[in-house]
């Protein structure tokens, strides 16, 4: 790939530029050229060697998926030294503050105990948004916990063969922060167990996000999206370590 980069940018290059470039020898080269021609990723135009129309989309594909890649590595380790919360209390500028996550909301408090501290780099009154900096510490924060309502499958008979009953029953019992359908049949039944707000777009993301930020959640859909939830909460286990706690219930 770093080959056909550097024919692209300088199609003049002869095989020992290339190499010395790169830091390998002018064979490793010629042998990377020759395997390169076989397949058709490069060719000789006019005495020089340029990447094929195969080579370009090859290269595209391939740069394209390590930017990918490289983005969600910098998001993981990029450093936050400011952020946005709710004034607890009135707040003048330069008061030190402890962070701590209430209901999904990111709370500034006057209590300085909080496991995340930060000072306020503007006034605000209680409810008011206010910008906090010097950041310290991991803001204390517990996941929420999951439920999945499993509704039937379309072909199943969908909303149509759920006990309504029993799902309002466990909706009132987990009392969530959040309702969320993964997908139509699940809309449906959610629809006629409960007058709440319902979640239906990016349903999944906007179950984990909640969940992320302490707010107790119920999901409710078909298999293939109680699945799709299912599998985030692995993954998030995976990459993070936090584990959701969740249970499942058949509608």
Not at 131 to 136: I, S
Not at 195 to 223: I, K, N
Not at 234 to 244: A, D, I, Q
């Amino acid at each position: 790939m770093l080959i056909m980069v550097r024919l692209l940018e300088n199609p003049s290059s002869k095989m020992r530029d290339v190499a010395s470039e790169m830091g390998i020898t002018v064979q490793a080269v010629s042998q990377y050229m020759s395997s390169m021609r076989k397949k058709g990723l490069v060719r000789q135009h006019a005495g020089k060697m340029r990447p094929t129309r195969k080579g370009m989309q090859i290269l595209q594909e391939h740069f394209t998926v390590l930017k990918e890649e490289v983005d969600a590595i910098l998001r993981k380790i990029m450093v936050v030294d400011t952020c946005v919360a709710i004034a607890g209390k009135d707040i003048k500028k330069g008061d030190r503050l402890g962070l701590i996550m209430e209901d999904g909301t990111l709370m500034a408090t006057s209590d300085e105990r909080t496991g995340s501290k930060g000072v306020a780099m503007e006034p605000a009154s209680v409810g008011d948004d206010v910008l906090v900096g010097k950041l310290e510490g991991i803001v204390d924060m517990k996941l929420g916990n999951l439920l999945i309502i499993e509704a039937p499958s379309e072909m199943k008979g969908g909303s149509k063969k759920a006990n309504i009953a029993r799902t309002k029953y466990h909706i009132e019992r987990a009392s969530p922060g959040l309702i969320a359908a993964g997908d139509v049949v699940g809309s449906a039944l959610l629809a006629k167990a409960t007058p709440e707000y319902v979640v239906v777009h990016a349903p999944v993301e906007s179950s984990m996000s909640a969940l992320a930020r302490g707010v107790d959640v119920v999901f409710c859909g078909t298999h293939e999206s109680v699945d799709q939830i299912v599998q985030a909460v692995e993954n998030l286990r995976k990459e993070t370590g936090y584990s959701v706690r969740w249970t499942s219930v058949k509608a």
